[in-house]
């Protein structure tokens, strides 16, 4: 049987797939068309529904807040006309029953519907019967009046409408439960047609499969009798005109070629395969010396090559600048002596064990010989080869740390030392004492604060530059009654702080004692100063470690407490740490039962402040803050926070906060249409736990909020001393989206190391560095050297505490790349405030000055 050709087989077998796949897109398109219009429908009717609510809404809140001013202008004895107030009300209502948009509500919701319309006529009905009692009312009714009034319309514009929405809300699910009824049964028909479109095509693939292995089949016959050299045998297969007797024909004439060849054929594979690995090897190793002499020539560190006994014999230029000498000096002397400037003798065990260990790793200090330029560097040696063989070689990398740590001691000495005073600054003192208590946990000590009684009338007398200079006589008398292990600082504007140490606690309590005598005596002797004769008044508090509080800030709030209560009694007192601590235990202890409670009771609640872009005023993002309203009374964050994270609540509690917290951002980048960051602080306590990567991700995801929207927040103080605990952590974070910033940035362990090899990308300034830029030009250096280091390592800045314009101001001439975070733009406010500052679909934005950058952070 003669079948057709090849050619017109493939165009059969194509027309017949291209008349299937027609049939099944038509079917399809149909199916989906219809499903289409469904959706299309409902999304329709619910649009209608929520426009219709947003107007009626809308104009409720006109109407009430028409009726907002006239209550708010009732008085006793006044009479008032609300006839066209409460025609407006019941047209609302009207409105809310007879709407056509919200027919499917009233048949399918009517309680919600008509209870809405019944509030709102309500309100009109209290507002005519309110009207015809001012008259009569005293004021004390007519603010009742106005009160239940407000209360009303509260209730209507919350409870009401939003019964109406929630109502709405239900319709569109019953609409989409129905809707994906629908689907399955378009799924289920979908599934049917495919699984016949994928038989017919399943048959047709095995004909078209036959045919063709039937022709090729007999190819293959006649192609081994040919290679067989049956040539009589397939020569009536050549003589056929099809494609099968080209193909038998040209098979024939390929066999004579190869037989022809066969000779030469292996001399050539062998030739051939000697010369491309000859080849090939050549190329890599050319291209590896390139690629080795171009990295060797332009890499920044400075590089050399030493023989096994220490001698340069090769150098790259950064390291002919760095040391000011060439190859040729370099290779005069070991390398080690040259840079320690130390004899044979000194260098031996050092190269030694480079040559036994195969690596040596050290930061050293050295003066360069050519200008005498003392240089700090981290030498890093590594042995190449085996040295026992005479074949080995030195391989040696110095990165310069000169700038790096000049920098890194600037900041830290700026960071530590008030510079009015020259003393401890608070920050530093609170970090030396809370690294007392970590180290010396079993060490009893005293806490002795002096606060200048009636001070501030010095510097409004005198001027604050006057009254600086009696502060560093202050310093000075109290450094003349203290030893260096007691940490004199100065804490706040007209206090200082100094620690008093003993072996028991009875020494400590006569050591105190005499300590706050002398401190008293001492601060208050005449001042003479420009003329001027100053009597000062001081009082003088303590409070003991452990006895009394076990952090800094404990026992910084129990002398406060105690300086405070001289002053109530007259000032110029030394009170002891006896009195008002029974309170403090008391009001601790309280909390601290309440506080794990908080969140059940719902006396949590998270506070939003915003950051705002300093170049252009746009709301970047916000930072989520936890309050605790406890019995009626905020308490302090400074109060409950330190509670919580002795109590291992802090983690719990920020869990908490970060899950309502991306639930709200989530909401508000909808309604606003942009992104908007929400940084958090997250304690080292929660950052350590198994799976917290996949919990936090599991938050973000709930929220339907990405992960790169979400900055956690670490202070310096949870690094410790070691960063590396929480390094890894971190690393994990970052790779899963998390942003990671430094907070309070300044005040704790201030380390370049730890900035360079963590994976921080924004860092938040402390207030303490802004509060004194209008005034002080120190002040505004170390805000400069901070920010030069965080630009130079591209890092984000948000500066924190900007309350003022002026300190907005002195920020815009450092440039326009900083955030800004303060009561200069807003305080934190809960949930339902912003909820009114997006309700209108756009994000608040805040006015900054218009100042040219006149200021370098270098």
Request: proline share 3%; hydrophobic share 40%; aromatic share 6%.
């Given at each position: 049987?003669?079948l057709?050709?090849?050619?017109?087989?493939?165009?059969?077998?194509?027309?017949?797939?291209?008349?299937?796949?027609?049939?099944?897109?038509?079917?399809l398109?149909?199916?989906?068309?219809?499903?289409v219009?469904?959706?299309?429908e409902?999304?329709?009717?619910?649009?209608?529904?929520?426009?219709?609510?947003?107007?009626?809404?809308?104009?409720?809140?006109?109407?009430?807040?028409?009726?907002?001013?006239?209550?708010?202008?009732?008085?006793?004895?006044?009479?008032?006309?609300?006839?066209?107030?409460?025609?407006?009300?019941?047209?609302?209502?009207?409105?809310?029953?007879?709407?056509?948009?919200?027919?499917?509500?009233?048949?399918?919701?009517?309680?919600a519907?008509?209870?809405?319309?019944?509030?709102?006529?309500?309100?009109?009905?209290?507002?005519?019967?309110?009207?015809?009692?001012?008259?009569?009312?005293?004021?004390?009714?007519?603010?009742?009046?106005?009160?239940?009034?407000a209360?009303?319309?509260?209730?209507?514009?919350?409870?009401?409408?939003?019964?109406?929405?929630?109502?709405?809300?239900?319709?569109?699910?019953?609409?989409?439960?129905?809707?994906?009824?629908?689907?399955?049964?378009?799924?289920?028909?979908?599934?049917?047609?495919?699984?016949?479109?994928?038989?017919?095509?399943?048959?047709?693939?095995?004909?078209?499969?036959?045919?063709?292995?039937?022709?090729?089949?007999?190819?293959?016959?006649?192609?081994?009798?040919?290679?067989?050299?049956?040539?009589?045998?397939?020569?009536?297969?050549?003589?056929?005109?099809?494609?099968?007797?080209?193909?038998?024909?040209?098979?024939?004439?390929?066999?004579?070629?190869?037989?022809?060849?066969?000779?030469?054929?292996?001399q050539?594979?062998?030739?051939?395969?000697?010369?491309?690995?000859?080849a090939?090897?050549?190329?890599?190793?050319?291209?590896?010396?390139?690629?080795?002499a171009?990295v060797?020539?332009?890499?920044?560190?400075?590089?050399?090559?030493?023989?096994?006994?220490g001698?340069?014999?090769?150098?790259?230029?950064?390291?002919?600048?760095l040391?000011?000498?060439?190859?040729?000096?370099?290779?005069?002397?070991?390398?080690?002596?040259?840079?320690?400037?130390?004899?044979?003798?000194?260098?031996?065990?050092i190269?030694k064990?480079?040559?036994?260990?195969?690596?040596?790793?050290?930061?050293?200090?050295?003066?360069?010989?050519?200008?005498?330029?003392?240089?700090?560097?981290l030498?890093?040696?590594?042995?190449?080869?085996?040295?026992?063989e005479?074949?080995?070689?030195?391989?040696?990398?110095?990165?310069?740390?000169?700038?790096?740590?000049?920098?890194?001691?600037?900041?830290?000495?700026?960071?530590r030392?008030?510079?009015?005073?020259?003393?401890?600054?608070?920050?530093?003192?609170?970090?030396?004492?809370?690294?007392?208590?970590?180290?010396?946990?079993?060490?009893?000590?005293?806490?002795?604060?002096?606060?200048?009684?009636?001070?501030?009338?010095?510097?409004?007398?005198?001027?604050?530059?006057?009254?600086d200079?009696?502060?560093?006589?202050?310093g000075?008398?109290?450094a003349e009654?203290?030893?260096p292990r007691?940490?004199?600082?100065?804490?706040?504007?007209?206090?200082?702080?100094?620690?008093?140490?003993a072996?028991?606690?009875?020494?400590?309590?006569?050591?105190?004692?005499v300590?706050?005598?002398?401190?008293?005596?001492?601060?208050?002797?005449?001042v003479e100063?420009?003329g001027?004769?100053?009597?000062i008044r001081?009082?003088v508090?303590?409070?003991?470690?452990?006895?009394?509080?076990?952090?800094?800030?404990?026992l910084?709030?129990?002398?406060?407490?105690?300086?405070?209560?001289?002053?109530?009694?007259?000032?110029?007192?030394?009170?002891?740490?006896?009195?008002?601590?029974?309170?403090a235990?008391?009001?601790?202890?309280?909390?601290?039962?309440?506080?794990?409670?908080?969140?059940?009771?719902?006396?949590?609640?998270?506070?939003?402040?915003?950051q705002?872009?300093?170049?252009?005023?746009?709301?970047?993002?916000?930072?989520?803050?936890?309050?605790?309203r406890?019995?009626?009374?905020w308490?302090?964050?400074?109060?409950f926070?330190?509670?919580?994270?002795?109590?291992?609540?802090?983690?719990?509690?920020?869990?908490?906060?970060?899950?309502?917290?991306?639930?709200?951002?989530?909401?508000?980048?909808?309604?606003?249409?942009?992104?908007?960051?929400?940084?958090?602080?997250?304690p080292?306590?929660?950052?350590?736990?198994d799976?917290?990567?996949?919990?936090?991700?599991?938050?973000?995801?709930?929220?339907?909020?990405?992960?790169?929207?979400?900055?956690?927040?670490?202070?310096?103080?949870?690094?410790?001393?070691?960063?590396?605990?929480?390094?890894?952590?971190?690393h994990?974070?970052?790779?899963?989206?998390?942003?990671?910033a430094?907070?309070?940035?300044?005040?704790?362990?201030?380390?370049?190391?730890?900035?360079?090899?963590?994976?921080?990308?924004?860092?938040?300034?402390?207030?303490?560095?802004?509060?004194?830029?209008?005034?002080?030009?120190?002040?505004?250096?170390?805000?400069?050297?901070?920010?030069?280091?965080?630009?130079k390592?591209?890092?984000e800045?948000?500066?924190?505490?900007?309350?003022?314009?002026?300190?907005?101001v002195?920020?815009?001439?450092?440039?326009?790349?900083?955030?800004?975070?303060?009561?200069?733009?807003?305080?934190?406010?809960?949930?339902?405030?912003?909820?009114g500052?997006?309700?209108?679909?756009?994000?608040p934005?805040?006015?900054?000055?218009?100042?040219?950058?006149?200021?370098?952070?270098?």
């Open positions: 049987m003669r057709l050709p090849l050619p017109l087989q493939f165009l059969l077998f194509i027309f017949l797939q291209l008349a299937l796949s027609a049939g099944l897109v038509f079917y398109g149909n199916l989906a068309q219809s499903n219009e469904t959706f299309a409902a999304s329709r009717g619910f649009v209608d529904t929520q426009k219709s609510i947003e107007q009626i809404r809308a104009d409720y809140a006109s109407v009430a807040a028409k009726v907002e001013r006239t209550v708010a202008g009732f008085q006793p004895g006044g009479r008032h006309d609300v006839t066209e107030l409460r025609s407006e009300l019941n047209q609302i209502a009207t409105t809310v029953r007879g709407s056509v948009s919200l027919a499917p509500l009233r048949d399918n919701h009517p309680g519907v008509n209870r809405l319309a019944d509030a709102i006529e309500s309100q009109a009905d209290a507002l005519v019967e309110a009207s015809q009692n001012v008259p009569s009312a005293d004021r004390a009714e007519v603010a009742r009046i106005q009160a239940r009034l209360d009303q319309r509260a209730r209507i514009m919350s409870a009401g409408f939003g019964e109406l929405i929630e109502a709405a809300n239900q319709e569109l699910e019953t609409t989409m439960r129905a809707i994906r009824g629908a689907n399955a049964a378009v799924t289920g028909n979908y599934q049917l047609v495919l699984i016949a479109f994928v038989g017919l095509q399943a048959l047709l693939l095995m004909v078209v499969l036959w045919l063709t292995n039937r022709q090729i089949r007999q190819l293959a016959d006649i192609t081994e009798r040919i290679v067989a050299g049956k040539q009589a045998s397939a020569g009536s297969q050549q003589k056929r005109r099809d494609q099968l007797g080209r193909i038998a024909r040209a098979v024939q004439q390929f066999r004579s070629s190869l037989v022809s060849l066969s000779n030469s054929r292996e050539l594979q062998a030739m051939l395969k000697k010369h491309d690995k000859e090939l090897s050549r190329r890599r190793a050319e291209g590896s010396l390139a690629l080795t171009s060797f020539d332009e890499v920044q560190e400075a590089v050399l090559v030493t023989d096994i006994h001698y340069v014999t090769r150098s790259n230029p950064a390291a002919e600048k040391l000011a000498m060439t190859t040729q000096q370099l290779s005069e002397r070991p390398l080690l002596e040259i840079l320690l400037h130390q004899p044979g003798k000194v260098i031996a065990p190269w064990h480079v040559l036994e260990k195969g690596e040596w790793r050290s930061e050293i200090e050295f003066t360069r010989d050519d200008d005498d330029k003392p240089l700090i560097a030498v890093s040696i590594r042995l190449v080869g085996e040295p026992r005479g074949r080995g070689h030195v391989i040696v990398v110095i990165n310069d740390h000169t700038e790096i740590r000049a920098r890194e001691r600037e900041i830290l000495a700026l960071a030392l008030d510079r009015v005073t020259d003393r401890l600054n608070r920050g530093y003192f609170v970090q030396q004492v809370d690294m007392l208590i970590r180290t010396e946990p079993d060490q009893p000590f005293a806490l002795v604060s002096i606060g200048l009684d009636g001070f501030t009338a010095f510097n409004e007398a005198l001027g604050r530059r006057f009254g200079r009696i502060l560093r006589v202050m000075d008398r109290l009654i203290t030893e007691s940490q004199l600082a100065r804490i706040d504007g007209d206090e200082f702080a100094f620690l008093v140490f072996d028991d606690s009875a020494t400590l309590e006569e050591r105190v004692d300590a706050m005598e002398a401190a008293h005596n001492h601060v208050t002797k005449r100063l420009a001027y004769r100053l009597d001081a009082s508090s303590s409070a003991h470690y452990p006895a009394e509080g076990k952090t800094a800030e404990e910084l709030r129990i002398t406060d407490n105690g300086l405070s209560q001289a002053k109530s009694e007259g000032g110029n007192r030394i009170v002891g740490h006896a009195e008002g601590h029974t309170q235990a008391e009001r601790r202890f309280e909390l601290t039962q309440a506080l794990g409670k908080a969140l059940g009771n719902r006396e949590m609640r998270v506070h939003y402040q915003p705002v872009s300093l170049a252009s005023g746009a709301l970047l993002g916000f930072e989520a803050l936890m309050r605790w406890y019995r009626g009374d308490i302090s964050p400074a109060e926070i330190p509670l919580a994270e002795e109590h291992n609540l802090i983690g719990e509690f920020t869990e908490w906060a970060l899950n309502n917290a991306c639930r709200r951002i989530a909401d508000w980048q909808r309604q606003a249409g942009q992104e908007f960051s929400i940084s958090i602080n997250m080292p306590q929660l950052l350590l736990l799976r917290i990567g996949e919990r936090l991700v599991e938050i973000a995801r709930k929220a339907n909020l990405p992960t790169s929207s979400v900055v956690l927040e670490i202070t310096e103080s949870d690094f410790g001393s070691d960063p590396t605990l929480l390094a890894e952590q971190l994990s974070l970052a790779m899963q989206g998390f942003s990671i430094i907070d309070d940035f300044g005040t704790g362990h201030s380390s370049l190391a730890y900035l360079n090899n963590l994976p921080i990308s924004k860092l938040k300034v402390d207030k303490q560095f802004v509060d004194e830029i209008v005034r002080s030009e120190d002040a505004r250096k170390l805000l400069g050297s901070i920010l030069a280091m965080a630009e390592l591209e890092f800045v948000v500066i924190e505490g900007v309350e003022t314009p002026q300190q907005l002195e920020l815009r001439k450092f440039g326009s790349r900083l955030q800004i975070q303060g009561f200069v733009f807003s305080r934190p406010f809960d949930e339902d405030y912003w909820d500052e997006f309700m209108h679909g756009k994000a934005h805040y006015p900054v000055p218009e100042v040219q950058p006149s200021r370098k952070t270098e």
